[in-house]
């Protein structure tokens, strides 16, 4: 659906701080997706963020397009280590040895999961009984880092041989790819608008996390 451009000030604060950010606020966060190549994108931009902004990650984020193959799960599973080191001599993406070597293993992980379930998607959006979780959250104050479902997500990824899949990288990939739906309730990009259908399905926050916005690790 095309838009017009929002008010200044109405969407997601972590959003106004470029242009790169704003398209990617207003085109893809948040917007369910269930499309495997997209998937497995996300799962591997997700890893490569862990301690920095989001807003790097998006900066590289087509020079990664291109060395990853597309995004070709079936293809960075066959990485070797000659690719590998290739990877970490390019300065186009972040030159971090275990999350180079993580987007391998999570690529030959999603590939596993992808067998078994027939899609990567079906084995993700059964978490949530297929149907999006829309919060309400009226400031970035009460965005948590984690939830109980991400705790779940994360554990179960873990024990399939995922790696940088701790829950609050969890978190930041179901919200990325619309599982759950954080944008704030004046946002004019929530599900439903301000409080629409849908929109009062919620889920159990952990308690002791510290707020955060779209710039989490």
């Known amino acids: 659906m095309v838009r017009g451009e929002p008010p200044d000030g109405?969407?997601?604060p972590?959003?106004?701080?470029?242009?790169?950010?704003?398209r990617y606020h207003d085109g893809e966060w948040g917007v369910p997706s269930h499309d495997d190549g997209y998937l497995f994108e996300m799962l591997v931009l997700e890893g490569a963020q862990a301690g920095l902004s989001w807003s790097t990650i998006v900066a590289k984020r087509e020079h990664y397009r291109r060395v990853m193959d597309g995004f070709d799960a079936g293809r960075v599973a066959r990485f070797g280590e000659d690719k590998v080191?290739?990877?970490?001599?390019?300065?186009g993406i972040v030159r971090n040895r275990l999350k180079v070597?993580?987007?391998?293993?999570?690529?030959?992980?999603?590939?596993?999961?992808?067998?078994?379930?027939?899609?990567?998607?079906?084995?993700?959006?059964?978490w949530v009984d297929h149907a999006p979780i829309v919060n309400r959250p009226r400031s970035s104050?009460?965005?948590?880092?984690?939830?109980?479902l991400s705790d779940r997500v994360s554990r179960d990824l873990r024990r399939r041989g995922f790696t940088f899949v701790g829950s609050t990288i969890v978190h930041s990939y179901l919200e990325a790819v619309g599982l759950v739906d954080d944008h704030l309730v004046?946002?004019?990009?929530?599900?439903?608008?301000?409080?629409?259908?849908?929109?009062?399905?919620?889920?159990?926050?952990v308690p002791v996390v510290a707020p955060s916005g779209r710039s989490s690790t």
């Open 10 to 12: 109405s969407r997601c």
């Open 186 to 205: 004046n946002c004019p990009f929530k599900q439903g608008g301000q409080g629409g259908p849908g929109a009062v399905r919620g889920i159990a926050v």
């Open 101 to 126: 070597r993580g987007a391998v293993t999570n690529a030959r992980a999603f590939l596993s999961v992808r067998d078994e379930h027939g899609s990567f998607a079906e084995y993700l959006w059964a």
């Open 85 to 91: 080191s290739e990877l970490l001599d390019d300065p």
């Open 14 to 22: 972590w959003a106004e701080t470029s242009e790169a950010m704003r």
């Open 141 to 148: 104050a009460e965005l948590p880092t984690r939830t109980e």
